[in-house]
């Protein structure tokens, strides 16, 4: 019984600290790299795709789980047309990244992070898994911090009420 009770506490603390409201400034001030090889920061994409709901997908190539949920990722792609989709990649090289994408045709706009999952600002947006997905709402606030393969369920039903 003992056990049960702190696996409940331990559950629920978790679940508390797994959705945050917005990113730290670590996260925001961090600079990724845009497909034509400048440096943004995080919080310059965030404001580019301000005016819709956002979905921000951090993978990498090498990751069997990302792979496992294109599909997933691709209906919910058909199904929400209005909004936009950003793919921050943790792959370990620049050339790695742009074979991935091509690889898996991936639909929407591309970063890299520089210093891969577990760096700084893997740190800063508590990446702990990949795929990992942040939904943002049209004006760029955070609605999900927290949500991985198994949640597109979630991710679906957040959009759906983000799109009405």
Request: charged share 30%.
């Amino acid at each position: 019984m003992k056990y049960l009770v702190s696996l409940f506490f331990v559950t629920v603390m978790l679940s508390c600290q797994a959705q945050k409201e917005s990113f730290s400034e670590e996260a925001l001030n961090h600079k990724l790299i845009a497909p034509d090889g400048t440096d943004i920061d995080f919080q310059q994409i965030i404001a580019k795709h301000r005016g819709r709901p956002t979905v921000i997908e951090v993978w990498a190539s090498w990751c069997g789980d990302c792979v496992k949920a294109m599909p997933l990722l691709k209906d919910t792609q058909s199904r929400f047309k209005n909004v936009n989709y950003v793919f921050l990649s943790v792959d370990r090289s620049v050339e790695k990244w742009k074979e991935g994408v091509e690889k898996h045709q991936l639909e929407g706009y591309h970063y890299f992070v520089k210093d891969g999952m577990k760096g700084e600002f893997g740190k800063a947006i508590d990446l702990d898994w990949i795929p990992r997905y942040i939904i943002l709402d049209k004006d760029g606030k955070v609605v999900k911090y927290r949500a991985i393969e198994k949640d597109f369920n979630l991710i679906n039903e957040t959009l759906e009420s983000l799109t009405r």
